[in-house]
Structures are given as structure tokens and as C-alpha cells.
């Protein structure tokens, strides 16, 4: 299965607004590499994220961490680049971000996003999301070899 039809999969199974797939490049940080969009929600990819290697999630997931967001916009009130990606982001109100392991290190980042309104994620959806990163790793590592 390619990383595309992975997200897609994803996509159809949790219905957010938008599901990117970033990867680590030699000029940039985890820039957006698949992306799949729903209905009048804009693409990210090429879009300049202020301050991505301080941004809070960015560290908490290249650190290994699932992040659930219920309420993007009541996390991390003070930290002024993060709260203008919100709206980069069209609207991004809630989000599931997960690392794509390989041993230590995260070498993928899905993010799942919802756009114009707070969402609460079930535990199902994060283990789903969980199972997506398992599977772009072992493309990945299939590419790899």
C-alpha cells in the first residue's frame, strides 16, 4: 500500500478535515510530503510553519509522544507562533499527531486535523492512528530495501 492510499484509508475511517504526512527533508523540518483534504479545506503543503522546530507538538511527537488535542486553541495560549499555525491551518481546532518510530526516532509525523470546531477524540481513533504510523514505517522500510 502506498503512503498516499495509507492516509486515504485513514482518512475515510475517521473523517477529519485534513491528514498530512510530513517527512524530515535536508532543507526543511518535517515538511508536508501526502496530504488529503476534505471538502473546502486548503491544502498545507509548501505552507511555512512559523517556528516549526520550537513549535510545542513538534517536540512533543519528535520526542515519541502521541498528542490528542481536543482544543488546539486553549493549548498553549502564550506561545504566539503556534496560535498563528492554528490559523494557517484554516481554523485547526482539534488534532491527533503521531510518530512514525524506526527505534528511537521519529522519521514521520501524521497529523490528523479538524478544522472550525473542537473534536474529542476516542481512544479508537487514536489507536487507529497508531496503526497508520506502523504501516507508513513498514513502506518505508519496504522503499528502503
Request: hydrophobic content about 35%; proline content about 6%.
Amino acid at each position: 500500500m502506498s503512503l498516499q492510499q495509507i492516509i486515504q484509508s485513514l482518512f475515510d475511517d475517521l473523517q477529519p478535515s485534513r491528514i498530512t504526512l510530513r517527512q524530515p527533508s535536508d532543507s526543511d523540518i518535517f515538511p508536508v510530503t501526502n496530504e488529503v483534504t476534505g471538502d473546502g479545506v486548503d491544502s498545507i503543503v509548501g505552507m511555512a510553519t512559523p517556528n516549526m522546530p520550537k513549535q510545542p507538538i513538534v517536540l512533543r511527537v519528535t520526542g515519541g509522544e502521541q498528542v490528542v488535542q481536543t482544543d488546539c486553541v486553549g493549548d498553549y495560549p502564550d506561545d504566539d507562533a503556534y496560535q498563528t499555525m492554528l490559523g494557517l491551518y484554516g481554523g485547526m481546532q482539534a488534532q491527533i499527531v503521531t510518530p512514525v518510530r524506526r527505534d528511537d526516532q521519529t522519521v514521520a509525523i501524521i497529523s490528523v486535523h479538524q478544522c472550525g470546531r473542537k473534536r474529542d477524540w476516542t481512544d479508537a481513533e487514536a489507536a487507529r492512528c497508531r496503526e497508520a504510523a506502523a504501516q507508513v514505517l513498514a513502506e518505508l522500510d519496504a522503499a528502503a530495501s
